[in-house]
């Protein structure tokens, strides 16, 4: 009867080392397939976007969403844009810490009021929507925002609604 524990016991220990000693290589493939894939994957990676590479030419008149630079944005001054008395929009000046860099918004809370946004500062004069390509009689977009101005240059921004050709609500930050 001993012998047969022997031998159950001496048969346990070479399956339990079997299991671990695969349990071990397939740890082993999984790391190194993992590791090569992920290797790989770097090399289509698109070009570093401003929020991983910052410096003027990455950030400066670029999108700040698909830069990155939004995904840590916070609205550092807010205008209120009225007509009459009325809110009909808001003006932010946003900026990115990641980025190092400002941009504008403008909201329209009027419908069929189009929000327009003006941005000068030394690096860049933007307007947009680009008026070449917006009608009023089709209607515009009730958010714009421009791109981006790198680093802590002074900018001014000017935020509209545009009702029609005679009545147009704005307001200013900066300048």
């Given at each position: 009867?001993q012998?047969?524990?022997?031998?159950?016991?001496?048969?346990?220990?070479?399956?339990?080392?079997?299991?671990?000693?695969?349990?071990?290589?397939?740890?082993?493939?999984?790391?190194?397939?993992t590791?090569?894939?992920?290797?790989?994957?770097?090399?289509?990676?698109?070009?570093?976007?401003?929020?991983?590479?910052?410096?003027?030419?990455?950030?400066?008149?670029?999108?700040?969403?698909?830069?990155?630079?939004?995904?840590?944005?916070?609205?550092?001054?807010?205008?209120?844009?009225?007509?009459?008395?009325?809110?009909?929009?808001?003006?932010?000046?946003?900026?990115?810490?990641?980025?190092?860099?400002?941009?504008?918004?403008?909201?329209?809370?009027?419908?069929?009021?189009?929000?327009?946004?003006?941005?000068?500062?030394?690096?860049?004069?933007?307007?947009?929507?680009?008026?070449?390509?917006?009608?009023?009689?089709?209607?515009?977009?009730?958010?714009?925002?421009?791109?981006?101005?790198?680093?802590?240059?002074?900018l001014?921004?000017?935020?509209?609604?545009?009702?029609?050709?005679?009545?147009?609500?704005?307001?200013?930050i900066?300048?």
């Amino acid at each position: 009867m001993q012998h047969f524990t022997t031998s159950f016991s001496s048969t346990r220990s070479r399956w339990t080392l079997s299991l671990l000693l695969a349990a071990l290589l397939m740890g082993i493939l999984l790391t190194m397939t993992t590791k090569l894939t992920y290797a790989k994957s770097l090399d289509n990676f698109p070009v570093q976007n401003c929020a991983h590479a910052r410096s003027f030419d990455q950030c400066n008149n670029q999108d700040p969403i698909q830069q990155g630079c939004a995904a840590d944005a916070t609205t550092v001054r807010t205008a209120a844009i009225l007509f009459q008395g009325t809110m009909v929009g808001r003006l932010d000046l946003r900026h990115s810490n990641a980025c190092n860099s400002n941009w504008g918004r403008t909201f329209s809370f009027v419908k069929g009021g189009n929000a327009e946004l003006t941005l000068d500062s030394p690096s860049l004069s933007e307007l947009v929507p680009d008026p070449s390509t917006l009608s009023l009689l089709t209607g515009g977009p009730d958010e714009v925002y421009s791109n981006m101005v790198y680093g802590e240059h002074p900018l001014t921004l000017t935020g509209q609604v545009i009702f029609s050709q005679f009545k147009v609500a704005q307001a200013q930050i900066g300048g």
